[in-house]
């Protein structure tokens, strides 16, 4: 299991940006098949895969709701995956939480480490 932690998440205006960053407790191989993923869940919705990006290459993963917005990298060499979101929307209000999922996108993410979650609020 790896341990994630969230940080950088907060309150903004509709049209603003913000980044989060999560901290690994060990670095995967860099030979594993995983990706590093970005899930929110908003009042009264599922849990919804946002963003991944293989642990391996750089090949991304974007869900409709968020691409052309918000944008994943990584530096696994610190350790630290990060989440840019720009343009947000009151849709985007949620609890974001950092994975590391056995399988990318598409298809099933699989089994999943997960950090605590960390709140966005996006107000009009």
């Known amino acids: 299991q790896v341990q994630l932690v969230e940080s950088g998440g907060g309150s903004v205006t509709a049209g603003e940006s913000l980044r989060l960053s999560c901290l690994a407790s060990?670095?995967?191989?860099?030979?594993?098949?995983?990706?590093m993923t970005w899930f929110r869940q908003a009042p009264g919705k599922e849990r919804e895969g946002i963003a991944s990006?293989?642990?391996?290459?750089?090949?991304?993963f974007y869900a409709d709701s968020v691409k052309g917005r918000f944008t994943i990298s990584k530096d696994m060499d610190k350790r630290m995956l990060y989440l840019q979101m720009n343009d947000l929307k009151p849709g985007g209000t949620a609890m974001y939480y950092c994975?590391?999922?056995?399988?990318?996108?598409?298809?099933?993410?699989?089994?999943?480490?997960w950090g605590q979650g960390i709140q966005v609020t996006v107000t009009e």
């Open positions: 994975a590391f999922t056995r399988f990318c996108p598409p298809g099933s993410y699989g089994s999943a480490d």
């Open positions: 060990v670095s995967p191989s860099p030979l594993s098949r995983a990706c």
């Open positions: 990006i293989s642990v391996k290459f750089t090949n991304t």
